[in-house]
């Protein structure tokens, strides 16, 4: 996929009265990445699209009429790069998606107990491909963060292991910390390799991180 991640003019921008320097460092990197406007350009309704491009265009993970379940699929910039590379999508998220053109969308609490039968009743066959971009609101305790981000990892994890089809992948942002040490061996007893990934479209002085899990070992469980 093209993008305009050239050199390009920098934006300065002057701290204003009453907005904090945090602010304005904030709104200066918005001026200046170079992915928020080419996501505006191409019509993407996040930078994340260039994310899961990335992973897509080194491990293959979208094919032409694969099925596949998008979870924390707010705004949908995930959603739209799926569907425009030949994917059926359900993209769902704990807060309202607006509709997208070839995917069904809808709202979901992972952890509600009713979350997988509805996930398998929307898919309605196994998945080829489960995302999870999912991540807490930060709080700025790091461990407090980190251990929220990977309890929703291990949800779509269950999820991922209830609903894929063999040899299907799965794909999850985590937040560097301890626990992801577990999360990996974990993940290596169902899928047959298991990679950490560093999107380029993934800002550097980010903690995130996706782990790309391939070859599913497993089957999906029959509905109950």
């Known amino acids: 996929m093209a993008r305009d991640t050239g050199d390009r003019a920098s ?12 602010s304005t460092r904030w709104l200066q990197r918005q001026l200046n990445d170079p992915y928020i406007a080419e996501a505006k350009r191409l019509g993407y309704r996040s930078r994340a699209a260039f994310k899961l491009a990335g992973l897509d265009d080194k491990h293959r993970l979208l094919r032409r009429g694969a099925l596949v379940l998008d979870l924390g699929a707010a705004p949908g910039g995930w959603t739209q790069l799926a569907v425009q590379r030949g994917a059926r999508v359900v ?13 069904e969308v809808g ?4 952890f509600a107990p ?4 509805r996930i398998k009743a929307l ?37 991922a292991r209830a609903v894929l089809a063999p040899g299907g992948a799965f794909v999850v942002k985590l937040w560097q910390g301890a626990a ?12 047959a390799k298991v990679i950490r990934e560093k999107p380029a479209a993934s800002r550097a002085d980010s903690a995130e991180t996706y782990i790309v899990a391939t070859g599913f070992r497993g089957a999906p469980s029959p509905a109950r």
Do not use: Y
């Open 107 to 110: 709202t979901l609490d992972v």
């Open 114 to 117: 009713d979350a997988l039968d």
């Open 180 to 191: 992801e040490r577990d999360f990996f061996a974990a993940l290596g007893r169902d899928f």
């Open 91 to 103: 993209a769902l998220d704990i807060g309202e998606i607006q509709p997208i053109a070839g995917a």
């Open 11 to 22: 934006v300065r921008v002057r701290t204003a009265k009453g907005r904090k320097t945090s």
């Open 123 to 159: 898919l309605g066959a196994p998945a080829n491909l489960v995302l999870s971009d999912m991540a807490p609101a930060a709080s700025g305790h790091r461990a407090t963060d980190h251990a929220r981000i990977m309890a929703l990892a291990e949800a779509a994890l269950d999820i």
